[in-house]
């Protein structure tokens, strides 16, 4: 039910794609304290992005969950500011995310809801 949406103007190594994302959706599931078998990665890479009037690298990310505790979005932030700093070498300063509750009859999965 987790889903973390990253998009960015970043090229990234098409070798290091899949381990990116494996490591993103261990951080969402550890982060969240749910299992991984539910956390969904989506990565889009959009050359044309632009934040502050700059096409310098950036990322936009939304994550989405049922039950997301929205007294820990600044912790949340700083784990998914460092994970995409590390991984991505994206500055922080040029990082938004989306945080979105999800109730769970407006999340559909295997033919029903949550």
């Known amino acids: 039910m987790p889903l973390l949406k990253i998009t960015t103007n970043q090229v990234i190594d098409p070798d290091d794609l899949a381990s990116f994302t494996k490591l993103a959706s261990t951080t969402v599931a550890k982060m969240l304290g749910k ?33 997301l505790p929205t007294q820990k979005t600044t912790e949340f932030s700083q784990i998914l500011c460092d994970l995409i700093q590390q991984q991505l070498h994206i500055p922080k300063q040029r990082i938004y ?7 769970r009859h407006l999340w559909g999965w295997n033919a029903g809801t949550f």
């Open 35 to 67: 299992p991984e078998t539910y956390v969904m990665v989506s990565l889009e890479m959009n050359p044309h992005m632009l934040f502050a009037g700059s096409p310098a690298t950036l990322a936009y990310l939304e994550l989405k969950s049922i039950g």
């Open 97 to 103: 995310i989306e945080f979105s509750n999800a109730e």
